[in-house]
């Protein structure tokens, strides 16, 4: 779990403008007036006239533009209050998947589709975050497709409350399968590791190449998972258009999780790009060690990860002490050293001295390929004698050798959870 961040900065009014004002590219056209979320019956959901949208759909979409794409017109449902009551049987304690500042996420089936479950995020009266945050992602969700951002299916606006629904992510957090405990928690083997960490990279990239547009709270507790480990990015509640191409960087007031976000960031409000690509090598950090971006338990001085384990990074031999024990050392040392050097880049203190998001998946991706061809078959050379019959059959024989990438112990890796990233403002 983070603590947030919340520093004001002495900047210009139009730096404290809400997330909406600042996503007019994006619109969906939501407005804090608009109440008629629900059907003329008020017992059903109403779809909005451009929709042909259901909580059960969406996979087309993804599967049709892998590369995503942005949406002419916002295609979410629009769900009544009682519909989703009903969903989550009156907002039950046992339908909980996790809390955080802007409200609880409960698990829940819809009337019309027992079969798909759903997840909804319920605003906290109390919560500090309330409808700027809520609105913002109904603006960029409900607009960007991409396999690695998590769905947004619809949302209620109805009187004093909000809610958002999602698709439901069977393997719940990055963060989980990283740092929690128990028997149902199962640690991650290498080969997982690195393609949530290329699925992770495209999201991003596609956020950076698309609109320009800056995650702002990148974090492993962020990272969702569904059944196959494919990652996607959920919480869009501090997202925020990035510079104009006259700018280099927006001013505004310091939001985030301590641990992942950028130092100049923290420092002076003046927010980047590539500040998301700082908070991407944090998360890569954490995957390499298994070790909390920030952690008050540690000694003096290495409370935050990022201060002190770049000159372990960049040494093999450190490295190898510092590489996640419950890996068991089944990793291939060539591509944690890559990795190790991609993470170090990502971290440097001067913006524009990080990759972009673009060449940091090329890296991953040709760090996976070379991984790839190593568990490739190899031929199995042998002496033929062409005196003896069926000596041609045995010589075509493989030997196949298994990679430091597939340990002998695999296994499902259950965690049925959607845990909401905490933060507190």
């Excluded at 957090?173 to 991650?188: K, M, T, W, Y």
């Excluded at 949530?196 to 596609?206: D, E, P, V, Y």
């Excluded at 993470?343 to 001067?350: G, K, R, S």
């Amino acid at each position: 779990m983070g603590i947030c961040l919340s520093r004001n900065t002495s900047s210009s009014p139009a730096d404290n403008q809400s997330s909406f004002t600042n996503t007019d590219r994006l619109s969906s056209g939501i407005s804090q007036g608009n109440n008629t979320t629900t059907s003329s019956s008020g017992s059903s959901s109403n779809v909005s006239g451009n929709s042909g949208f259901s909580a059960a759909s969406g996979g087309s979409e993804t599967e049709a533009y892998p590369n995503g794409q942005i949406l002419p017109h916002s295609n979410l449902r629009i769900f009544s209050f009682a519909e989703l009551k009903s969903a989550t049987r009156n907002f039950r304690n046992d339908t909980v998947l996790g809390e955080g500042g802007f409200g609880k996420v409960y698990k829940g089936w819809l009337q019309d589709d027992k079969s798909t479950p759903i997840a909804v995020k319920k605003l906290n009266s109390e919560s500090m975050q309330g409808f700027q945050e809520w609105q913002s992602e109904v603006n960029f969700l409900g607009r960007l497709s991409h396999p690695n951002l998590v769905k947004l299916l619809g949302y209620c606006l109805e009187d004093r409350e909000l809610l958002l629904v999602y698709e439901f992510m069977q393997k719940g957090s990055l963060e989980n399968h990283l740092f929690g405990r128990g028997s149902a928690v199962q640690p991650l083997p290498w080969d997982i590791r690195l393609k949530i960490s290329i699925g992770a990279a495209r999201g991003l990239a596609f956020l950076h190449e698309s609109e320009s547009l800056i995650y702002r709270d990148f974090k492993a507790s962020n990272i969702l998972l569904d059944t196959s480990y494919n990652a996607k990015i959920s919480d869009f509640g501090l997202a925020k258009l990035g510079p104009s191409e006259s700018k280099s960087h927006v001013t505004t007031r310091v939001m985030g999780t301590y641990g992942y976000a950028a130092p100049e960031y923290v420092a002076t409000g003046h927010l980047y790009v590539k500040s998301d690509v700082y908070g991407f090598g944090v998360v890569l950090v954490e995957m390499l060690t298994g070790l909390r971006a920030l952690d008050t338990s540690r000694p003096a001085g290495q409370h935050t990860l990022a201060d002190w384990i770049k000159p372990h990074l960049s040494d093999r031999r450190k490295l190898k002490h510092m590489m996640d024990s419950r890996l068991e050392g089944r990793y291939p040392s060539k591509a944690s050293v890559q990795i190790a050097q991609l993470a170090l880049t990502c971290l440097e203190p001067e913006p524009k001295n990080r990759p972009s998001m673009k060449v940091v998946v090329e890296t991953l991706e040709r760090i996976a390929s070379v991984n790839e061809k190593a568990r490739q078959p190899v031929p199995r050379i042998s002496k033929i004698n062409p005196q003896r019959p069926g000596n041609f059959r045995h010589a075509q024989q493989h030997q196949y050798h298994r990679s430091a990438l597939h340990p002998r112990n695999g296994g499902g890796h259950q965690l049925p959870s959607y845990p909401l990233p905490q933060r507190v403002s």
